[in-house]
């Protein structure tokens, strides 16, 4: 198995590391080119929140960073209007088996819990969706029975309600427990049904519907909104043709991508996750017009390389970064090139 690693998340370590409402609502965000966090998600459906998240048909998503490795330092209000979808980077475990807390980094520069707090409903009053990233290279959170499993649910749960997060990013790369993570998750979505879920899992977690992670976004797919694979740190890996391809190429890109696409997951679960610079991962980095012309390849069947998809995926959700801080720190590249390439899809 490739050793997988993120410069940034290693550095991490170092540094410390009513139903008529709901069918109005349904059409007006149908008209806006909104659709609900998940595809049997429910307009209107509420938790203790008392909001249900709009993704767009083709979002962005990116990490941002509760810590200070080296990229640029942002608070959450400073992070890049293109981004779609935020991932607060990363809960922490506790001593209790798949229990997660939060806690803000002083190096962020927030005053108070409040102040983040306001930073994420001003977000949310923008159209975004902030969730709470489970994980990282170093993460070290099980969910392996169902005590565990309950006391990951009921972690999410209170600090969806604490927080106002809209949901919660599944980023564990070091082994997952299909049965009980989506056991754990179908138990956050019973309290939030209208929960946005992402998930980010290494390539080659997810070479096979068979894997562990694969399994868990099939057993959630009635509600998942998007599996956004790290396509870097990853080496040569098999496409869905059986052919190898290596990492920073379009068909790199397309035909991993399109393992995900032909093996149940809908589309508008389909994401690609690239680094946002050079700094940002140990391999793997491409341009961001490499991103969109694999964005193209399977939206189209146009840009591609020498791997041509069989058919076309014009509901693919986007792309992901990591990180909004990497990318701040690159010019906002990723933000503006492929994050207006991602919004422009079909």
């Not at 998240?53 to 960073?65: D, E, M, S």
């Not at 991932?87 to 506790?94: L, P």
């Not at 993460?139 to 949901?167: K, P, R």
Request: charged share 15%.
């Amino acid at each position: 198995m490739t050793v997988r690693t993120r410069t940034t998340r290693a550095a991490r370590s170092r540094y410390a590391r009513g139903r008529l409402l709901a069918g109005v609502a349904a059409a007006v965000l149908t008209s806006a080119g909104l659709v609900a966090a998940g595809p049997a998600a429910t307009a209107g459906a509420v938790g203790p929140t008392a909001r249900t998240a709009a993704v767009p048909k083709h979002a962005l998503t990116g990490y941002w960073q509760n810590f200070n490795n080296g990229a640029k330092v942002q608070k959450l209000k400073d992070v890049d209007d293109a981004y779609d979808i935020i991932a607060v980077a990363f809960a922490d475990a506790t001593g209790q088996p798949g229990a997660v807390t939060f806690t803000l980094d002083p190096a962020v520069g927030y005053g108070s819990a409040a102040d983040f707090k306001a930073d994420v409903k001003a977000k949310q009053a923008a159209g975004k969706s902030v969730v709470l990233s489970v994980g990282g290279e170093k993460g070290a959170v099980a969910v392996n029975d169902g005590t565990s499993a309950q006391n990951f649910a009921d972690s999410i749960n209170g600090l969806m309600d604490e927080y106002g997060f809209d949901g919660v990013d599944i980023d564990l790369e070091n082994g997952l427990n299909s049965t009980y993570m989506t056991q754990a998750l179908k138990a956050v979505h019973a309290k939030h049904p209208g929960v946005v879920v992402t998930m980010a899992p290494q390539t080659i977690d997810m070479l096979s519907p068979q894997n562990e992670y694969f399994k868990t976004a099939l057993g959630i797919k009635d509600f998942l909104t998007v599996v956004n694979t790290q396509f870097y740190n990853s080496g040569a890996m098999n496409g869905c043709d059986g052919k190898v391809y290596s990492q920073g190429t379009v068909d790199f890109l397309t035909s991993l991508a399109c393992t995900q696409l032909e093996g149940g997951l809908d589309p508008s679960q389909v994401g690609l996750g690239l680094p946002a610079s050079p700094s940002a991962a140990g391999g793997g980095y491409v341009a961001p017009a490499v991103v969109n012309a694999a964005l193209d390849c399977l939206t189209t069947g146009t840009n591609c390389g020498s791997f041509k998809p069989a058919r076309t995926y014009p509901g693919l959700r986007g792309a992901m970064t990591w990180s909004t801080n990497w990318d701040a720190a690159n010019g906002g590249a990723f933000a503006s090139q492929v994050g207006g390439h991602v919004h422009g899809l079909p």
